[in-house]
């Protein structure tokens, strides 16, 4: 009985998840077109309402946790759930993702990644995305500085689950030559992928201590995977 009204609250906490993000955009679109400036504002309203409706519907409480960076900076985090994205950009200043290009299209979302200066990049080009997302990203240092957040394994990655760390984050590192955030989270425990149950606990991400530009390529790939895994694990051990 206890799991099935815990599946209820859930399903109603998703259902009015998405309808305020409807509501809330349109009540900040006229305020965004006339000063876009507020695109992070309407973001902000949305996340901390989730947050806010997470905890009183289906126990999630929220917690971020280490020094957040203020300045321009690399951040390289580990994606769980949509939850991780939520808490980072309600941390940061200036948030801005390396994303695929299909979210471009995704209603509501697509408009508000493209407001704040996201960067789509086509995964099905590969090689030639690389060069791409490098070129965007120093194109859009130039009019819109901020923490540059790209997620090391290129999508959600459930957790206990294995994945590569791709070289893209590390191509990144040594192009911007600026220091780097790695991130870690436990939030995939408590709000799994493709599933609507909803757990109590205490969802975190957590900011690692910053690793200095300079490093060589491999290094550093092998320096971010461990930080960021192990803390991870660390995490996830506190819900499970």
Known sequence: MRLLTQYIFSLIFIIQMYIMMAVITCVFIPLVIINNSLALKAINTWCNWVKFSAKLLVGIKTEVRGTIPKNNVLVIAKHQSFLDIILIVS???????????????????????????????????????????????????????????????????????????????????????????????????????????????????????????GLDTKEFMELIENNIETASEKLMREVI
């Not at 979210?103 to 697509?110: A, N, Y």
């Not at 791409?132 to 689950?161: C, D, W, Y």
């Not at 436990?186 to 957590?206: C, D, H, S, Y």
């Open 91 to 213: 941390a940061l200043k200036r948030p801005k993702f390396i994303m695929k290009k299909e979210i471009l299209i995704t209603p509501i979302i697509g408009f508000w990644a493209k407001k704040i200066g996201c960067i789509p990049i086509d995964r099905g080009k590969k090689g030639a995305a690389v060069k791409e997302m490098v070129k965007a990203v120093h194109e859009s240092n130039k009019t819109r500085p901020g923490q540059l957040i790209i997620f090391p394994q290129g999508t959600r990655v459930a957790p206990n689950i294995t994945a590569p760390y791709k070289i893209g984050s590390g191509i990144l590192y040594s192009e911007l030559e600026q220091d780097c955030y790695p991130v870690a989270t436990n939030v995939g425990v408590l709000w799994p992928r493709r599933n609507i149950l909803r757990k109590q606990g205490t969802a975190v991400i957590e900011f690692l201590p910053p690793i200095k530009s």
